[in-house]
C-alpha cells in the first residue's frame, strides 16, 4: 500500500488516524484527506513540534499500517 491508496480512500484510514493521533478533530482530518505532508505539517502545529519529530510519527504510522513511502 502506498499514500496514493491511503489519501483515495482517506475515509477509510481517519479510524486509524483518529487511533493514532486522537487530538485531530473530524474537520481537521477532512482537511488533511490522506495527503502525506499536510498531515506532517497538522502533527508540527498540534504538538509543537518540529518536522523530524513530527515525520518519525508518520513512519511509525507507516510502518504500523504497511504504507509504501517510495512516492512521496
Known amino acids: 500500500m502506498n499514500w496514493n491508496q491511503i489519501q483515495g ?3 477509510e484510514f481517519t479510524g486509524m488516524a483518529r487511533q493514532t493521533w486522537g487530538k ?10 490522506g495527503k502525506r505532508e499536510t498531515l506532517v ?6 504538538d509543537g513540534i518540529d518536522e523530524e ?3 518519525k510519527q508518520v513512519k511509525n ?3 504500523a ?3 509504501e ?4
Open 9 to 11: 480512500n482517506w475515509k
Open 24 to 33: 485531530f478533530t473530524d474537520d481537521e482530518l477532512d482537511q488533511i484527506a
Open 41 to 46: 505539517g497538522q502533527i508540527q502545529e498540534k
Open 53 to 55: 519529530a513530527a515525520e
Open 61 to 63: 504510522f507507516e510502518s
Open 65 to 67: 499500517h504497511k504504507v
Open 69 to 72: 513511502n517510495h512516492d512521496c
